[in-house]
């Protein structure tokens, strides 16, 4: 797995992109920080972020604990990660085990762009 900043925009928000499946090697050789940190340092928590999935092809179940982990960090530091563009084995896999709403899923960057939108008004 490869994070990648993409853009950040004026807009408030961040744009990353996840290269390649999500497993449990991803976290093994890493030294306690979460890989969203390597792409935007120690306070990535704090930002809203639109995380593209559409270069992941499989994730296993220590990625789906990660993407979880990674909202609730979120969440609790004042920021919004929003997931879009999963392929379909990837979408399918989140809504069998019902996610998509836990996950902030959704279909492409415009619709994510929208949800992060519509809760920025919120807070």
Same mark, same amino acid.
């Given at each position: 797995? &490869?994070?990648?900043?993409?853009?950040?925009? &004026?807009?408030?928000?961040?744009?990353?992109?996840?290269?390649?499946?999500?497993? %449990?090697?991803?976290?093994?050789? %890493?030294?306690?920080? !979460?890989?969203?940190?390597?792409?935007?340092?120690?306070? =990535?928590?704090? !930002?809203?972020?639109?995380?593209? /999935?559409?270069?992941?092809?499989?994730?296993?179940?220590?990625?789906?604990? =990660?993407?979880?982990?990674?909202?609730?960090?979120?969440?609790?530091?004042?920021?919004?990660?929003?997931?879009?563009?999963?392929?379909?084995?990837?979408?399918?896999?989140? !809504?069998?085990? &019902?996610?998509?709403?836990?996950? !902030? /899923?959704?279909?492409?960057?415009?619709?994510?762009?929208?949800?992060?939108?519509?809760?920025?008004?919120? &807070?």
């Amino acid at each position: 797995m &490869k994070v990648s900043l993409l853009s950040i925009e &004026k807009a408030g928000y961040v744009r990353l992109g996840i290269e390649g499946d999500i497993t %449990s090697h991803d976290f093994l050789d %890493s030294d306690g920080k !979460n890989p969203l940190e390597g792409a935007l340092g120690p306070g =990535w928590a704090s !930002n809203n972020i639109l995380l593209s /999935l559409e270069q992941t092809h499989f994730i296993d179940s220590s990625a789906i604990g =990660w993407l979880i982990d990674c909202q609730r960090g979120s969440k609790s530091a004042g920021g919004t990660l929003v997931l879009h563009s999963a392929p379909p084995r990837v979408a399918d896999l989140f !809504n069998m085990l &019902k996610l998509r709403s836990a996950l !902030n /899923l959704q279909d492409n960057e415009s619709a994510a762009r929208d949800f992060l939108a519509v809760g920025a008004e919120a &807070k």
